[in-house]
């Protein structure tokens, strides 16, 4: 999307709070328990014949890590949430909107993400993500990306999720809505494609991994990709393909890539 000189507005629905200690993440409320990075980006972390999107993920992390004060290059410490990575790529033309409806969530987010140290716009609003795709679509730069990546706490959450999207698009016919979600027994594609209207959809592309299709509980995750970017389908396959036998953790493990609504000839 910035391969375009004209602005872009980055709207992120569910930012959390930017920043991940992932030492943190080891000490449960009582007793110490497995961390999970290590079977995800500590897989990728010393690698280096991996295909270029993948090299330009790791070394944006990379970086994050060491200007938070790592001093284990050996391993991840500090993870950068969406919003970081946002922050990192974002142009001077560009314009990030942070929305995290949690109120110490978002202080935090404050903090870590309120003062960029380069030329950032940037604006972080302590409300729900869905209400803020009502109240900033359409953007004055004619071009979004609104990234959806909600915790899927709730009962109603594909259904939020549904109605926000639906909502989004008849303000903005030709945002970009990337939406991540966990692929589990509940929630599926198929799920999805029930509670989303497919007949009034423009060009809607998936992309799965599935680690281990056996796993109680998280399986996998995926992203759909409402009006996705020219060519973007063959970038994706190759991170896929790349992805897959590095993080797989059954030999059943498997991708999915496909067109929930065709792109128009």
């Not at 992932?22 to 990075?37: H, V």
């Not at 109240?135 to 004619?142: C, G």
Request: proline residues 10%.
């Amino acid at each position: 999307m910035q391969e375009k000189p004209k602005g872009v507005l980055f709207l992120d629905t569910h930012a959390g709070r930017g920043t991940y200690d992932l030492r943190i993440a080891t000490k449960g409320d009582s007793l110490a328990r497995k961390p999970e990075y290590p079977d995800g980006i500590g897989r990728l972390w010393n690698e280096s014949n991996l295909p270029e999107p993948i090299l330009n993920y790791l070394s944006l992390v990379k970086q994050f890590d060491q200007s938070q004060g790592s001093v284990t290059p050996e391993t991840p410490v500090y993870y950068p949430g969406s919003p970081q990575f946002f922050i990192q790529l974002a142009r001077e033309q560009d314009r990030i909107s942070l929305c995290e409806k949690h109120p110490e969530e978002c202080e935090a987010l404050k903090i870590n993400c309120g003062r960029p140290s380069k030329n950032t716009r940037i604006s972080i609003q302590a409300i729900d993500g869905y209400t803020g795709i009502k109240a900033m679509l359409p953007p004055p730069e004619r071009r979004a990306l609104i990234l959806i990546d909600p915790p899927y706490e709730l009962e109603n959450e594909v259904s939020h999720i549904a109605e926000a999207i639906t909502e989004g698009l008849k303000r903005f016919p030709s945002g970009v809505f990337a939406l991540w979600y966990p692929i589990t027994e509940r929630t599926k594609i198929t799920t999805l494609n029930e509670k989303l209207n497919l007949g009034k959809l423009p060009a809607t592309l998936y992309a799965e991994i599935i680690v281990d299709p056996l796993a109680q509980g998280l399986k996998g995750c995926g992203m759909l990709i409402i009006n996705p970017p020219w060519k973007f389908e063959s970038k994706v396959k190759t991170i896929l393909d790349a992805l897959l036998p590095r993080l797989k953790r059954s030999p059943s493990g498997s991708t999915q890539l496909g067109w929930l609504v065709p792109e128009k000839p």
